[in-house]
């Protein structure tokens, strides 16, 4: 009987122990969480950076302006991704593109495209494998088109004046790819991109359907 009071009063004493050690240890020294079904923790955030050629969906604005990025014809994407869990994370994506008009000299559309959306693995992780993705947002696009006129105050001594004027539209996105790991930290990303606008009609002095398909390859880096 002595002994198994004994006994308990230590058992008493280790559970009150070990609460005050839970409620007095900060919680930046206790260890990350480790998700039971990967055994990995979750990036803090993983940031993304993209080159893509451009393929507009109308054909006036495919036919009469190209794309040209620095004298490249290709759109610069990048953007941050925020995991919620090993499938799914959340996504700000921003793209950028100079269109160049083919027969008019100094005229040219310049695109910030701003993506808010989720970017989902579409299966499970194999190490040093292809995973496939896809992902799908709401597009917020500011486009202006900038030229130059010969303007003059009195009739005569005609000035080169440079002017723009800016569009607003949304739209929709959806994209596929694959990606391969190089390491725990970064991969190489390869995919398809559409994106489509409705928001802007021609009809009323817009720009119309500014969207396209992108391709695009880019690279990836996670961090902790």
């Known amino acids: 009987m002595i002994a198994y009071k004994i006994h308990k009063r230590r058992v008493k004493y280790v559970n009150i122990l070990t609460l005050f050690i839970l409620f007095t240890t900060p919680m930046s020294s206790l260890p990350a969480q480790v998700l039971p079904d990967s055994g990995k923790t979750l990036p803090d955030v993983v940031f993304f950076a993209q080159g893509a050629g451009f393929i507009p969906f109308r054909e006036s604005y ?31 994506e921003f793209r950028y593109k100079r269109r160049v008009a083919v027969n008019i000299p100094d005229l040219r559309i310049k695109t910030l495209e701003i993506e808010l959306g989720a970017r989902d693995y579409l299966e499970k992780e194999h190490e040093n ?35 723009s004027k800016d569009y607003f539209n949304i739209g929709l996105a959806l994209g596929l790819g694959i990606e391969y790991p190089f390491s ?4 190489l ?34 961090l902790w």
Not at 184 to 187: E, L, V
Not at 193 to 203: S, W
Not at 208 to 219: A, F, K, W
């Open 184 to 187: 725990k930290i970064s991969a």
């Open 189 to 222: 990303a390869f995919g398809i991109h559409i994106g489509v606008y409705f928001a802007d009609p021609i009809t009323s002095g817009g720009l119309g359907n500014i969207g396209g398909l992108s391709v695009e390859l880019g690279y990836r880096i996670a």
């Open 129 to 163: 494998d292809l995973r496939l993705y896809g992902n799908a947002g709401l597009l917020l696009a500011r486009a202006a088109t900038i030229g130059t006129i010969e303007a003059t105050a009195d009739g005569n001594n005609p000035k080169t004046t440079e002017v």
């Open 62 to 92: 495919r036919i009469n302006y190209h794309t040209s990025l620095a004298g490249i014809p290709f759109e610069f994407t990048g953007g941050l991704c925020f995991p919620i869990n090993t499938s799914l994370s959340a996504m700000f």
